[in-house]
């Protein structure tokens, strides 16, 4: 079985950070990227950000670039998202996904994204 578990989500006011971490956990050793999505009220859910399994690739959203950070430390099967200037159009369910690196770099599309976590909160207010 795979689990993704994430936390770090709450309450924060326009202009504050918040950290977000996703912590894997598998079965038997494996390579896997990383993404990260989220979904508003009213809203599709859409790509936030994604790293590679070396985290020397990185994607993110064209809106969130330079805002959001993503990164991992495969030792300790966790992959964060570091959000910092949060704005209310920020307020989202955020979710973690796997992809068992089948294709060379960590997609965008959910589609290709085999395993997802609970998802956290996280509310911006003004």
């Known amino acids: 079985q795979v689990q993704l578990v994430e936390s770090g989500g709450g309450l924060v006011q326009a202009g504050g950070s918040l950290r977000l971490s996703c912590v894997v956990s598998l079965r038997s050793r494996s390579t896997y990227h990383m993404g990260w999505f989220r979904q508003a009220p009213g809203k599709e859910r859409e790509f936030v950000a994604a790293?590679?399994?070396?985290?020397?690739?990185?994607d993110y959203a064209d809106s969130l670039k330079g805002r959001f950070t993503i990164s991992r430390d495969n030792a300790k099967n966790t992959v964060y998202l570091q959000m910092n200037s949060l704005q209310p159009e920020d307020t989202a369910v955020y979710y973690c996904?796997?992809?068992?690196?089948?294709?060379?770099?960590?997609?965008?599309?959910?589609?290709?994204?085999?395993?997802w976590g609970q998802g956290t909160q996280v509310t911006v207010s003004l």
């Open positions: 790293i590679s399994w070396s985290g020397g690739s990185t």
């Open positions: 996904a796997l992809e068992f690196a089948l294709v060379p770099v960590a997609p965008r599309t959910i589609h290709e994204y085999t395993y």
